[in-house]
T-cell receptor, first 112, second 114 residues
Framework: GNSVTQMEGPVTLSEEAFLTINCTYTATGYPSLFWYVQYPGEGLQLLLKATKADDKGSNKGFEATYRKETTSFHLEKGSVQVSDSAVYFCALQPSNDYKLSFGAGTTVTVRA | SAVISQKPSRDICQRGTSLTIQCQVDSQVTMMFWYRQQPGQSLTLIATANQGSEATYESGFVIDKFPISRPNLTFSTLTVSNMSPEDSSIYLC???????????FGSGTQLSVL
């Protein structure tokens, strides 16, 4: 079946530090991959996505590259801010289905 | 984009009672989904709410426990029936955007069952 495994948290960083959240997946075919973010007190919102191998999604300084050879979609940001404190979810959508499978979420806290 | 209003935002309920969660969207959408997020776990799809027909439930979820209504293309409700402490979770309403890939989420309902 389809599944997503992401790095366990919580992760605590200082401002301007480099952030990486690992995400690997299991799926048949060529799924689309997503990162969703949930800020405190808000609903999930799409951060970035990639729909085919070697695509790079980017938004708000975050990047993730769809690596089919390693079945990974790691999220990175070069210099985090306090406002990046949130829970981050990796997700996949199979090519033949509308349903998304989510990872467990990684809580990130950025200290000033 | 779609703006989703979900309420209540949180509630504390007694064992054996039921709670109905409402989800209102600011535009007509074909597909609405209900997710559960248990403490420390990922989001799990409960069901797909279909307008004009019964909801489609995922494995492990049944209509008697989680009845869903979808009276029109902008509104849905999820009821958590005969609650037990194991039902304590965040429940999320979600809709699919025009791109058929992007999901929009409500802010969730934090449910605690005593």
């Amino acid at each position: 079946g389809n599944s997503v495994t992401q790095m366990e948290g919580p992760v605590t960083l200082s401002e301007e530090a480099f952030l990486t959240i690992n995400c690997t997946y299991t799926a048949t075919g060529y799924p689309s991959l997503f990162w969703y973010v949930q800020y405190p007190g808000e609903g999930l919102q799409l951060l970035l996505k990639a729909t085919k191998a070697d695509d790079k999604g980017s938004n708000k300084g975050f990047e993730a590259t769809y690596r089919k050879e390693t079945t990974s979609f790691h999220l990175e940001k070069g210099s985090v801010q306090v406002s990046d404190s949130a829970v981050y979810f990796c997700a996949l959508q199979p090519s033949n289905d509308y349903k998304l499978s989510f990872g467990a979420g990684t809580t990130v806290t950025v200290r000033a | 984009s779609a703006v989703i209003s979900q309420k209540p935002s949180r509630d504390i309920c007694q064992r054996g009672t039921s709670l109905t969660i409402q989800c209102q969207v600011d535009s007509q959408v074909t597909m609405m989904f209900w997710y559960r997020q248990q403490p420390g776990q990922s989001l799990t799809l409960i069901a797909t709410a279909n307008q004009g027909s019964e909801a489609t439930y995922e494995s492990g979820f049944v209509i008697d426990k989680f009845p869903i209504s979808r009276p029109n293309l902008t509104f849905s409700t999820l009821t958590v029936s005969n609650m037990s402490p194991e039902d304590s979770s965040i429940y999320l309403c979600s809709v699919r955007g025009d791109s058929n890939e992007k999901l929009f989420f409500g802010s969730g309902t934090q449910l605690s069952v005593l």
